[in-house]
């Protein structure tokens, strides 16, 4: 099996930046991406950001310029460092690692919060 655990989260004030981490350990033979996904109350979850193993990056629209994925490969974890938060911004952030040939294995989740 493989654990992912994020870290990081909090409550910060807008305008703020906070960095995330996801850290992936047990089977780990070969990671395809990891990616950080958001859910807001009453939401959908949403892709945030997304890392390949060719280092592709995918953002979505309302982070790009704000929003920083990375990866450290050797300790097999995710950052997302976030600059200029906003109060939608606000969401619980899941952390996805995906394993080739394609399973996905989700973190617990961390709570972001950003006051007005």
């Known amino acids: 099996q493989v654990q992912v655990v994020e870290s990081g989260g909090g409550l910060v004030q807008a305008g703020g930046s906070l960095r995330l981490s996801c850290a992936a350990s047990?089977?780990?033979?070969?990671?395809?991406?990891m990616g950080w996904y958001r859910q807001a109350p009453g939401k959908q979850r949403e892709l945030v950001a997304l890392l390949t193993s060719g280092g592709s990056t995918n953002y979505a629209d309302s982070v790009k310029g704000r929003f920083t994925i990375s990866r450290n490969n050797a300790k097999n974890t995710v950052y997302l460092q976030m600059h200029s938060l906003k109060p939608e911004d606000t969401a619980v952030y899941y952390c996805?690692?995906?394993?080739?040939?394609?399973?996905?294995?989700w973190g617990q989740g961390t709570q972001v919060t950003v006051s007005s």
């Open positions: 047990g089977r780990i033979f070969s990671i395809n991406a």
């Open positions: 996805n690692v995906i394993m080739y040939p394609g399973e996905g294995f």
